[in-house]
């Protein structure tokens, strides 16, 4: 895959939640909430200011990013299924514990 988001976009790939059972009961993809954690892939150079400096993004590939659950605007790039928005539409960075 090569796609290089432009300005403050941000190209996530959202991460599903383990999938589980209350009562027996198994809930249809199509019942299911979109995932509100992502895995950053692709990060844009940053938007440009009015006076032509340019302000880089805080995210960088590879980081977990909380995403709100219908923001930014879904693609599909060769089968896989992603979400690109910009920076003002992250809520935030999770820690990586280790």
Sequence with gaps: MNVRPLADRILVRRIEEQETKR???IIPDT???KPQEGEVVAVGPGRMTEDGKRIAVEVKKGDRVLI???SGTDVKIEGTEYVILREDDILGILAQTK
């Design 23 to 25: 009562g027996g009961i």
């Design 68 to 70: 709100g659950k219908y």
């Design 31 to 33: 019942a299911k909430e």
